[in-house]
C-alpha cells in the first residue's frame, strides 16, 4: 500500500484541480448573471421602441387616410382641359 507521503502529492493536485473548476464554476454563474441582466435592460429598451414604432404607425396611418381622402378632391377641383 502506499505511503501517505506518495499521496499527499496526488491529494494536492486534485485539490488544486477541484479549487481550479469551483472558480470557473463561479466565474460562469457570474457571466451568467451580467447576461441576464444585459438581457432585462434590453427587453425594456425593446418595449420603448416597440411603443414608440406603435405610434407611428398609427400617425402613418392617419396620414394615409387624409391623402386618401384628398386625392379624389383634389381631382375634382382641376379644370376641364380646354377644348381645341
Known sequence: MADSDDLKPLLMKLM???EGMARDLSDVKTEQTLIRNEQTLIRGELKVMNARLDGFEK???DQG???AALVPTRIAALPPPAAE
Open 59 to 61: 400617425r402613418l396611418d
Open 16 to 18: 488544486s484541480v477541484v
Open 65 to 67: 387616410r387624409i391623402l
